[in-house]
């Protein structure tokens, strides 16, 4: 069945909630019109689009505090077989902050037609929609989030992955889990990796990811491609190999695939 002519039922989302024990506030909360022409523009109006504008007025989803979500789009890159002791050693001289250590999980939808994965169900606009499992080091549970992300392929930048994303923290990933189900999306892909993040006055962040059977790598996030060159420079980064695609990208380079369930 295709999304992208389909609105979904607000009436029998309220019924779901309402059987699974979730309490709707008696005050809908309005939606700022930005906030969803964002999410329009990262997921077709459909069914995705508009469980997300709803849940957020319920109040049953929000923005994460990532501070990255004020900004409209991520930039990033990665570069790979990076060692990760020099390059933290590095990263404190220059008065980074370490702000995170986490264990990541994230499972990737689609329908089965994977209309979200081939551009020409999205007005040839690849777009993604996840859930991320964020466990701190040492900590038995951890922090659901949805990410919505759909690469700009219009922009200018000349280094970095230029893509437009929004992050919400989950109020219960078993129910939201359940409502990607109705609205015809089913679990298609997952990752796993362990991630340090550290941040440099919120114009530039760093994290050190390492997946099974992948080198180490550092991914880059910043405002622009001259803040980004300015610190793989300070880092001693610049002759390494250099990776502006997603994870998938990652994956193939390496020659291994990425978990699928269809």
């Not at 999410?39 to 069914?47: A, D, G, L, Q, T």
């Amino acid at each position: 069945m295709s999304l992208k002519h389909l609105e979904i039922d607000h009436w029998e989302i309220l019924s779901f909630l309402n059987d699974n024990w979730v309490k709707i506030p008696n005050t809908i909360y309005s939606v700022q019109l930005d906030q969803k022409k964002r999410i329009e523009n990262i997921i077709w109006k459909s069914e995705i689009s508009d469980l997300i504008i709803l849940l957020i007025s319920y109040g049953l989803i929000k923005l994460s505090n990532n501070p990255w979500n004020e900004f409209e789009k991520e930039k990033e890159i990665k570069i790979l077989e990076i060692d990760s002791k020099k390059v933290q050693e590095k990263l404190l001289v220059l008065w980074a902050q370490k702000i995170f250590e986490w264990r990541i999980i994230d499972t990737y939808f689609d329908t089965k037609d994977k209309e979200l994965k081939k551009w020409v169900f999205n007005w040839w606009d690849k777009s993604s929609i996840r859930i991320r499992y964020k466990t701190p080091k040492w900590k038995e549970s951890g922090t659901y989030y949805c990410t919505i992300k759909k690469r700009d392929k219009q922009s200018k930048e000349n280094l970095l992955r230029d893509c437009y994303e929004e992050e919400f923290e989950i109020f219960d990933p078993i129910v939201f889990y359940e409502l990607l189900l109705k609205i015809w999306l089913q679990k298609y892909k997952l990752k796993v990796k362990n991630r340090v993040g550290y941040v440099l006055n919120w114009d530039i962040k760093f994290d050190i990811d390492d997946y099974e059977n992948i080198p180490e790598l550092l991914e880059i996030e910043a405002k622009n491609s001259e803040i980004a060159q300015e610190y793989i420079k300070k880092l001693g980064l610049e002759n390494k190999q250099m990776l502006n695609w997603g994870s998938s990208s990652l994956f193939k380079y390496y020659w291994l695939k990425m978990k699928k369930f269809f």
